[in-house]
């Protein structure tokens, strides 16, 4: 149980375009999803809490008009980057929470040329 | 504030090994969750473990063994018997268990094992 899957797994696209990255719970519903990226050798940064029929939460720094995060049911919550720049290109993993424990998905690499 | 140390940024065994990956938390709730999570090569975090802070029984599970202490504030993580396929980066968490606790992780650096054959 507790499943997360992510779609794309990995995505190149062209600087100034923009993409949208899916984070389904395949076994469970899940109110609070969550949105982080990670850099190469280091750890998970928290860009946005995002809760089901409201508005996501975003950590500091992280800039809302340019990472818009939509959770319109218990089991999707989406994250698209737009008009993204090569400063963009990461790893970008979810999580669905349940029960105080979140579970990820396998992440998306993104590679903006 | 809450805070997750991972001194050891990474460790290098020889299969069959025994290896304990240090974890080390600050916080100032009383109720609170402790989490382990591996990362292969692969990218996907698997997570292994939770513990709340009421329950400092050491738990057990296969090769994998967990050792919460309050008192020091750790909650240390031993493999018996390392195999290569442990190697990994491994992230301790922590999440606070408030009522307004939205569920946020705070993950220490992670420890990169490696397991040579």
């Known amino acids: 149980g507790a499943v997360v899957s992510q779609h794309p797994s990995w995505v190149i696209c062209k600087s100034g375009t923009s993409v949208k990255i899916e984070c389904r719970s395949l076994d469970f519903q899940a109110t609070t999803m969550f949105w982080y990226r990670q850099f190469p050798k280091q750890s998970l940064m928290l860009m946005a809490t995002s809760n089901e029929g409201s508005k996501a939460t975003y950590e500091q720094g992280v800039e809302k008009d340019k990472f818009l995060i939509n959770h319109a049911s218990l089991t999707l919550s989406t994250l698209t980057v737009t008009s993204a720049h090569p400063e963009d290109s990461s790893f970008y993993i979810c999580s669905a929470s349940i029960a105080h424990t979140q579970y990820f998905g396998p992440g998306t690499r993104l590679t903006v040329l | 504030a809450q805070k997750v140390t991972q001194a050891q940024t990474e460790i290098s065994v020889v299969e069959k090994e025994d290896v304990t990956l240090d974890c080390v938390y600050e916080?100032?709730?009383?109720?609170?969750?402790l989490f382990w999570y591996k990362q292969p090569p692969s990218g996907e975090l698997v997570f292994l473990i939770r513990?709340?802070?009421?329950?400092?029984q050491n738990e057990i599970s296969g090769r994998y063994s967990w050792n919460f202490q309050k008192s020091t504030s750790s909650f240390n993580f031993t493999i018996t018997a390392s195999q290569v396929v442990d190697s990994a980066v491994y992230f301790c968490a922590l999440s606070e268990g408030d009522s307004s606790n939205t569920g946020k992780l705070i993950f220490g650096q992670g420890t990169t094992l490696q397991v040579k054959p």
């Open positions: 916080t100032r709730d009383t109720t609170y969750y």
């Open positions: 513990r709340n802070s009421f329950d400092e």
